[in-house]
């Protein structure tokens, strides 16, 4: 009865029509309709989900980034950790809705809910994220979906017309128009094929899938 599903291979594609499929049933009801910047926390809401942000004591493995408590459809982010301000925030915030959208069984969260109000309580360990740039496994996945959710296709195709993907200023304002960090632009748009930044270069090059309306 566990409500964490077993790991599995999780295509890029896949994981964009998850968080496609979020921010279209936020568009079906008009008082949750997403707007940019995206604000993650409206999307949990939208999802049943609670956010605080708590200091989260460190284990015997270390620092804990965030967590979820699924039977409390809780996310805790550790407010200790100065780098999860900001566009970082709203990533983190982002990055746990991955995990609840892809690798938690929310209808087995429901069942055992039901279960408490018989009386039958059940143990269950919180989902932990341990470092922000940690990429393997579900917390890549969980951070390729925070990226589709913060940065659609269609939305960038509207905030990129008009400016030149190769320039800095344009980038850094495309990142203030969608409330998230350069780096996280930067790496959205290198994934979709858009620019390529080569590694210790600051020289942007276009890629071969430039929105068109560029």
């Given amino acids: 009865m ?3 599903r077993p790991f599995r291979y999780i295509s890029k594609l896949e994981i964009e029509a998850a968080a496609m499929s979020v921010l279209m049933s936020m568009e079906a009801m008009p008082n949750h ?10 999307v949990a809401e939208f999802l049943g989900l609670d ?34 301000e900001g566009g970082f925030g709203e990533s983190t915030i982002a990055h746990e809705i991955g995990h609840w959208v892809l690798h938690i069984d929310v209808e087995e969260v429901d069942r055992q809910l039901r279960l408490q109000t018989k009386g039958i309580n059940l143990s269950l360990e919180p989902l932990l994220c341990r470092t922000v740039n ?12 925070a990226g589709c959710l913060l940065m659609p296709q269609y939305i960038l195709t509207q905030v ?11 980038l850094y304002k495309i990142a203030e128009e969608l409330g998230v960090t350069i780096s996280n632009l930067i790496h959205r748009l290198q994934d979709l094929g858009f620019i390529y930044l080569p590694p210790n270069s600051k020289t942007i090059y276009l890629g071969k899938n430039i929105f068109k309306s560029n």
């Fill in 2 to 4: 566990n409500v964490f």
């Fill in 33 to 42: 309709a997403p707007k940019w910047p995206l604000d993650s926390s409206t």
């Fill in 51 to 84: 956010i605080v942000w708590d200091t989260i004591p460190d284990d015997e493995q270390g620092q804990i980034a965030a967590r979820i408590l699924p039977l409390e459809k809780l996310i805790e982010i550790n407010e200790s950790i100065p780098q999860l």
């Fill in 134 to 145: 940690d990429i393997n496994g579900i917390e890549w996945q969980a951070q390729y979906f």
């Fill in 160 to 170: 990129t017309e008009g400016k030149q993907l190769n320039k800095w200023q344009h």
